[in-house]
């Protein structure tokens, strides 16, 4: 470690960056569902897309359609979007077959402090007197240790939710 920088400011040093880099890739997804991605061929309307659209709820690990049928998310881009349960997930599954996901319909949300636990093969953030299970693919992005304070993401309305999102490693 270099002369002068204490292990805490490399450790806040490390979590702005990630911060940063998640602000940034946010950008640039809400700048492509603005003005639509450059790589991508022009289209006027949905109905020109080729592939098949679906829409779902996530439910901290999958998405749900109307049928019951689950998709799976990748975990990277749900920790990475801090998604909930309860979220509206646009799906749409391309003609080569690759799947695109895209929220179109956020749920309201409340931020909570807690602490990363483990237990059972997974991670979990205990708050209030409540466990809420998180992602591997959080707790590796944002290098969490088991013990350490995090800021997380649950729906508003405190519904039996089972799943959160990490927002930050304090």
Known sequence: MSEGLSE??????????????TNIAAAKELLISMLG??????????DDFAGKVIEGIFDGQTMHDADGKSYPVPANYASKSKLVEGDTLKLTI??????????????????????????????????????????????????????DQV????????????????????
Do not use: C, M
């Not at 991605?37 to 949905?46: K, L, W």
């Not at 309305?157 to 089972?162: G, I, K, P, Q």
């Open 8 to 21: 805490k400011q490399v450790k806040r040093l490390r979590s702005l960056l990630n911060e940063a880099e």
């Open 37 to 46: 991605d450059d790589d991508a061929p022009a289209r006027t309307t949905d």
């Open 94 to 147: 391309a003609d080569d077959g690759s799947f695109i996901y895209k929220q179109i319909g956020p749920v309201a949300r409340k931020q909570l402090i807690g602490t990363l636990t483990q237990h059972d093969g997974a991670y979990y953030v205990e708050s209030g007197g409540r466990e809420y299970r998180v992602l591997l693919a959080s707790v590796t992005f944002f290098r969490i240790n088991v013990g």
């Open 151 to 170: 800021s997380i993401v649950v729906p508003e309305d405190n519904r039996e939710a089972e799943w959160a999102a990490v927002e930050a490693n304090l």
